[in-house]
């Protein structure tokens, strides 16, 4: 069982807390669509995004109850292998959210690069941060947690590729969640030129090509202030090849307190 280190400190720990802030999100103006395939989230306090997860996992609320989870995010402290799936249920202040084996276990075996690791996801706080929201939104949540140390298009495809393969052995409903900070920059002047030309690189995109999608990975690799590009990729790959189209939610950025460095952050639904 994997417990919780954040809780209490990057977000709150008190259940009527949790409950209150996720209340709000029944409240959220979303928009119409009929389904949705994945969302990217910001991995920062609950204190600095509390409105932009309200307004993202509102997008989730009428969801199958039957839907499974899988979680990627950014191992930024680079403990074990470079994508490590954990085999464990995750413990929150709300309750256990539970490790989906069959589709953990499928996921591994089309995978060239995923390995079963829970060393990686020890010390990480992203993935645990956004579990309040989905004991939330289920009754009894499944899930798959994936932590990918390293940026490479051959990653991108192979989990883009083993992720559908696996879907659609098990005939499953599931949900991608990517939660990563999308650009570093050295300066605010860096980060006003990149988010917007990151913001309408996005806006371009509509139907799938295999032309496009080596495009769009070649052009997030090639980005020296992308954080994580694969973790970036992943739900869009997925989910553009399933006719699924980018609603960018919102986008903020923070100072991260060294020099003039910045930080952005887009949120992210794929809708049709």
Same mark, same amino acid.
């Given at each position: ?7 209490? /400190? ?6 009527? =807390? ?5 209340? $709000?999100?029944?409240? %959220? ?6 389904? &949705? ?5 910001? *991995? ?11 307004? %993202? ?9 039957? /839907?499974?989870? @899988? ?8 403990? $074990? ?10 413990? /929150?202040?709300?309750?256990? +959210? ?13 995978? %060239? ?41 051959? +990653?991108?495809?192979?989990? =883009? ?5 696996? +879907? ?12 990563? #900070? ?59 090849? *399933? ?7 919102? #986008?903020?950025?923070?100072? /991260?307190? +060294?020099?003039?460095? @910045? ?5 992210? %639904?794929? &809708?049709?």
């Amino acid at each position: 069982m994997r417990v919780p280190i954040a809780a209490g /400190t990057f977000y709150p720990s008190e259940k009527s =807390v949790l409950k209150e802030i996720c209340r $709000g999100i029944s409240n %959220a103006k979303i928009g119409s669509f009929n389904s &949705v395939s994945a969302l990217f989230v910001p *991995n920062g306090r609950f204190e600095d995004f509390k409105d932009t997860y309200i307004q %993202a996992y509102a997008h989730l609320l009428n969801i199958p109850e039957s /839907t499974s989870f @899988i979680f990627i995010s950014d191992n930024r402290m680079k403990r $074990g292998k470079p994508v490590s799936i954990s085999n464990e249920d995750w413990l /929150t202040c709300l309750g256990k +959210v539970a490790y989906d084996k069959d589709l953990g276990e499928q996921i591994k075996k089309h995978s %060239a690069f995923a390995e079963f690791d829970n060393s990686a996801h020890s010390f990480e706080y992203s993935i645990e941060a956004q579990l309040p929201f989905i004991r939330c939104i289920s009754n009894n949540p499944k899930m798959v947690a994936i932590s990918i140390s390293t940026s490479d298009e051959s +990653v991108v495809r192979d989990l =883009v590729n083993a992720i559908e393969t696996s +879907v659609n052995i098990l005939n499953k409903n599931v949900i991608l969640i990517s939660t990563c #900070q999308t650009l570093r920059c050295n300066t605010s002047q860096e980060a006003e030129l990149k988010t917007k030309e990151v913001i309408d690189f996005i806006n371009e995109q509509s139907k799938y090509s295999e032309k496009k999608e080596s495009s769009f990975i070649n052009y997030f690799l090639s980005q020296e202030c992308m954080v994580n590009p694969t973790v970036f990729l992943i739900p869009f790959i997925y989910s553009i090849k *399933n006719n699924f189209s980018p609603r960018i939610l919102s #986008q903020k950025t923070i100072k /991260t307190g +060294v020099k003039e460095e @910045i930080e952005f952050y887009l949120s992210i %639904a794929y &809708v049709k």
